[in-house]
């Protein structure tokens, strides 16, 4: 016997594997900007400082890499950039992938009290923290570029902006939130039932910024490689080159900084691993989010 | 044909695991993974067939097993069972917090879950914020809530506190904002669980009144389940009885009440009360035993109404030590679970009990000088406590029936229909 009937949603065990639904979260899109308005609320209530703590936190770490790196690998004698410079732009650049990245991955552990109570997408969520950390991550930007503008006025230091370049910035925060979200998404699946990886990826993030050119630069990496190519020198070569993260921070510098070079095929390299980690992400939070209940 | 039909469960399984997820999992996962691989099904790996809720080694539970049902639109369906016998875990499968293992469900219509009020309120934001937050987590539109707003601060009653942080609200005042924000969603097909069991009387009686005009009125279905026999036969048509997972029986409320209370009464026929399985509390006392007496202390199956009785109740230390402040309390339901009297010695007596370190066993004994009962069919529930833990509670510990007895003296009685309690009175004219 056929029902004659149309219903509105079968809710079946099986779920097909590639159905993102993403229509459905933008019907949610009222609730991603609450959660927005949520997430940067709850930041700075009953903090003395407030909103500040966005500058704050890059300009501190950025005065400690300065201090503990700037001097040992003699940056400034390599480049014609000022070293805080260059450890700025590393930061501010590394702070939106690594807050996605950190954000995104308890998401179903973190929301387990909402989410075994009511059913609205789950992708919402951390969509959502994408979006607060673009503001946070503007904010830090705009520093950067006060920062940068103060060198140039009282440092006597040149303007190396490339105008070309500047037309890229949207692209490479794109880059960044994909490849955020999508290791995001993976960890925060495999979280709800083996929260071996909640612990893992705390110092992850960590490491994988050793491995990345916020603290060296490529060029240095590839000095080094070439005096030692068989040791460190060259397995350092190897890890930054391969790191997706990368080309986007390096893309980053070469808008304000002339001695690096945009390199279109890197960044290429870059989107396509950023897709990949995505939409595998996606669909893997997708098929996780029906269950996850039980285990968590 | 089926036009009418809002909710229609076919074959529906939940499985759950047993016992703690750890390197076991992954062993089991990889096992399960393996067993796909060969083309077969998870209910071929576990073995659905079986009738028993534990399958195999016992590591998988059924938590619902075959569930069949139908649910008609402006239909409200109340849903009742023990703890236990899956009807939370139907609403989540229902409302998608979580998938089932096998079947499926066909819905027809927008469902909102309210599984609990107020779902994602957030301490730092304000009243309004909240309002707003919650309403889109429940699925509104920010236009649809920002229409509703004044409705929705007016059944709350929050008024001057919309701009101030949630937490600085009463526990009271949190719960009626959510129930507000909830009350005022347009779904076509409404879940509700026991949010009624909080809240003040006269707010219970403001939600159940939303919700008969919900269903009423507006013609939208309610699924609501709730342990208060009294709530569920004033609000809705139909009902549902989980036991064990299965489906018991469903038609209309007055007579599944009665089937759900034989559920109990089933296994409460017996005096011996320390064979009783389903009980609450930590079991540091337990009631070991019941027993019915006359003035002449003799055993009775049945009491009259106006005679003088007593129960007399046997309870036992599990490990004899020193308890101070002891409650402990009988309380008489009618056949629809009401509570028409409540016995408690801190209440009679003005204080609580403290027991020496020696005792093994005591008693207890409720006296009646005359049972104000109507002839029917009755039973008690007994609780012991003290002020912070529950040692023992036994809902349905055992049956009282009564007999139309000599109340009035003047060899009559009202009719046992309408008046099952009696009051001692006289008129004058």
């Not at chain 2, 009271?172 to 026991?194: K, N, S, Y």
Request: with cysteine; charged share 20%; hydrophobic share 40%.
């Amino acid at each position: 016997m056929k029902e004659q009937k149309n219903w509105t949603e079968i809710i079946t065990p099986e779920r097909k594997f590639f159905s993102l639904k993403l229509n459905e979260v933008l019907d949610y899109w009222d609730l991603i900007l609450l959660f927005v308005r949520r997430d940067f609320v709850s930041f700075y209530k009953q903090t003395i400082l407030g909103p500040a703590w966005y500058v704050l936190q890059p300009l501190i770490q950025t005065c400690i890499y300065a201090l503990m790196f700037g001097s040992a690998f003699k940056i400034a004698k390599e480049t014609s950039v000022p070293s805080f410079l260059f450890y700025l732009s590393g930061t501010v650049s590394w702070w939106y992938f690594a807050q996605s990245v950190t954000k995104t991955s308890n998401t179903f552990t973190a929301n387990a009290h909402i989410f075994g109570k009511v059913y609205f997408p789950r992708l919402t969520v951390p969509f959502s923290i994408l979006i607060s950390n673009l503001i946070g991550f503007s904010i830090q930007f705009f520093l950067f570029i006060c920062i940068y503008t103060g060198y140039i006025f009282f440092g006597g230091f040149e303007s190396q902006i490339g105008l070309n370049e500047i037309l890229w910035i949207p692209v490479l925060i794109i880059n960044m939130a994909m490849l955020g979200l999508g290791i995001g998404l993976i960890i925060s699946s495999l979280t709800t039932k083996y929260k071996d990886f909640q612990q893992f990826i705390g110092f992850g993030v960590q490491l994988l910024m050793f491995a990345s050119p916020v603290i060296l630069p490529i060029s240095i990496a590839e000095k080094m490689s070439n005096e030692n190519p068989e040791g460190w020198g060259g397995l350092l070569k190897t890890v930054l080159e391969y790191n997706p993260m990368s080309p986007i921070i390096e893309g980053f510098r070469s808008v304000f900084f002339t001695d690096y070079q945009f390199d279109i095929n890197r960044i290429g390299y870059s989107l396509s691993i950023g897709f990949i980690l995505f939409i595998f992400g996606a669909l893997l939070f997708r098929k996780t989010e029906q269950n996850f209940m039980d285990t968590v | 044909m089926s036009d009418d039909i809002a909710i229609k469960v076919e074959g529906l399984y939940k499985q759950y695991r047993l016992g703690v997820i750890g390197a076991d999992t992954l062993k089991d996962d990889l096992k399960l993974a393996l067993a796909k691989l060969r083309g077969k099904s998870l209910a071929d790996v576990y073995d659905i067939q079986g009738n028993d809720r534990m399958v195999g080694d016992s590591e998988y539970v059924y938590a619902l097993q075959d569930v069949n049902f139908e649910v008609k639109k402006g239909e409200i369906l109340g849903i009742i069972g023990k703890n236990g016998a899956g009807k939370s875990t139907l609403l989540k499968i229902l409302s998608k917090v979580t998938g089932p293992t096998k079947g499926q469900i066909k819905v027809d219509g927008r469902i909102a879950s309210l599984l609990e009020v107020g779902t994602g309120f957030h301490p730092e934001l304000t009243g309004r914020e909240n309002i707003f937050l919650n309403g889109a987590i429940l699925g509104m539109k920010k236009p649809e809530i920002r229409k509703k707003l004044d409705e929705i601060v007016d059944f709350s009653g929050i008024g001057k506190y919309l701009d101030t942080p949630v937490k600085r609200y009463s526990s009271g005042m949190m719960v009626r904002l959510g129930f507000a924000v909830a009350a005022h969603l347009e779904p076509e097909i409404l879940i509700v669980d026991e949010v009624l069991a909080v809240g003040d009387a006269e707010f219970q009686k403001r939600c159940i009144g939303k919700m008969n005009d919900v269903s009423k009125n507006q013609g939208r279905t309610v699924l609501f389940v709730s342990h208060n026999m009294a709530s569920v036969m004033e609000l809705c048509d139909r009902g549902l009885l989980m036991q064990h997972g299965t489906v018991h029986s469903t038609g209309k409320v007055s007579d599944i009440i009665p089937a759900y209370l034989n559920v109990f009464r089933a296994e409460a026929l017996t005096s011996e009360l320390h064979t009783l399985k389903t009980r609450n509390g930590n079991g540091k006392i337990q009631f070991h035993r019941v027993q019915l007496m006359d003035q002449e202390n003799s055993v009775i199956d049945f009491a009259l109404s106006g005679q003088k009785m007593k129960f007399k109740v046997t309870l036992k230390v599990h490990k004899p030590q020193e308890f101070k402040q002891i409650h402990i309390s009988l309380r008489v339901v009618d056949s629809n679970d009401v509570t028409l009297f409540h016995l408690s010695n801190s209440v009679a007596n003005g204080k609580e009990v403290s027991i020496n370190k020696d005792t093994d066993e005591f008693d207890v004994e409720f006296h009646l000088d005359k049972l104000p009962l109507n002839s029917g069919k009755y039973h008690f529930h007994l609780f012991c406590s003290d002020l912070q833990e529950v040692y023992d509670e036994l809902n349905f510990a055992g049956e009282l029936n009564v007999e139309g007895g000599n109340f009035y003296k003047s060899g009559k009685l009202p009719p046992a229909s309408t008046s099952s309690f009696l009051v001692d009175y006289n008129v004058t004219i």
